[in-house]
Nanobody
Framework: VQLQASGGGLVQPGASLTLSCATS?????VGWFRQAPGKEREFVAA????????YYADAVRGRFTISGDINKPTVYLEMTDLQPADTAVYFC???????????????????WGKGTLVTVSS
């Protein structure tokens, strides 16, 4: 399984940005993680393999929305009201987990794409 994250860029505080994660095959739970300089990779959001469940980290709940269609290979992360603290490299990952709730820990994801950089600065 190959994943490709895209859509990052430089935006001002308060702006919105949508990231895309294209998967090459299969049906997997998909998660978004981010890693800021000098920090560990952290969970951002995830959706179950059937795209019926969506989970968010407390830091982004209400501002970020993960979405996708089981019949289409792309999962999106819509980010609104971006703040400097959201600056990081964002990664998407796929997990073969079949439970209702998608996993939230990086080690539960088998496949990772290259990250896309999001910079929030005035």
């Amino acid at each position: 399984v190959q994943l490709q994250a895209s859509g990052g860029g430089l935006v001002q505080p308060g702006a919105s940005l949508t990231l895309s994660c294209a998967t090459s095959e299969g049906v997997y739970a998909v998660g978004w993680f981010r890693q800021a300089p000098g920090k560990e990779r952290e969970f951002v959001a995830a959706t179950s393999r059937h795209r019926t469940a969506r989970y968010y980290a407390d830091a982004v709940r209400g501002r970020f929305t993960i979405s996708g269609d089981i019949n289409k290979p792309t999962v999106y992360l819509e980010m609104t009201d971006l703040q400097p603290a959201d600056t990081a490299v964002y990664f998407c990952a796929a997990s073969s987990w079949q439970g209702y709730a998608p996993p939230e820990r990086p080690n539960e994801y088998e496949y990772w794409g290259k990250g896309t950089l999001v910079t929030v600065s005035s």
